[in-house]
């Protein structure tokens, strides 16, 4: 069964910087998402990597100012968050599938993805 962990949430200062991690266990590859969620609000897709190319879709509103990439020797995702506003607060997950999924799909549709990280919560200082 996949389990993913996430880490690296905390509080950070307005326009300062936070990197946070998913750890699939095993090498288990098949692409994968990062998602927001504030508080009331709806889960809300940030960034996706597909498995084939690794080709990473954003949200328009961290474009520029979030980076996803993977490490491939340890098989970890990383979310490098910059200049870090307000509505960048919540709790992040990373999600995935069990099968390699299409990204323009996971990002309109987080039903789509079944395997949910615990979440790791930010917040930010004013």
């Known amino acids: 069964q996949v389990q993913l962990v996430e880490s690296g949430g905390g509080a950070v200062n307005l326009g300062g910087s936070l990197k946070l991690s998913c750890a699939p266990p095993g090498g288990h590859h098949t692409g994968m998402a990062w998602f927001r969620q504030a508080p009331g609000k709806e889960r809300q897709a940030v960034a996706c990597m597909d498995y084939g190319d690794g080709e990473i879709f954003y949200t328009e509103s961290v474009k520029g100012r979030f980076t996803m990439s993977r490490n491939d020797a340890d098989n970890t995702y990383y979310l490098q968050r910059e200049n870090v506003k307000d509505e960048d607060a919540g709790v992040y997950y990373c999600?995935?599938?069990?099968?390699?999924?299409?990204?323009?799909?996971?990002?309109?549709?987080?039903?789509?993805?079944?395997?949910w990280g615990q979440g790791t919560q930010v917040t930010q200082r004013t």
């Open positions: 999600a995935t599938e069990r099968v390699p999924f299409p990204c323009q799909i996971a990002i309109n549709s987080p039903q789509y993805l079944d395997v």
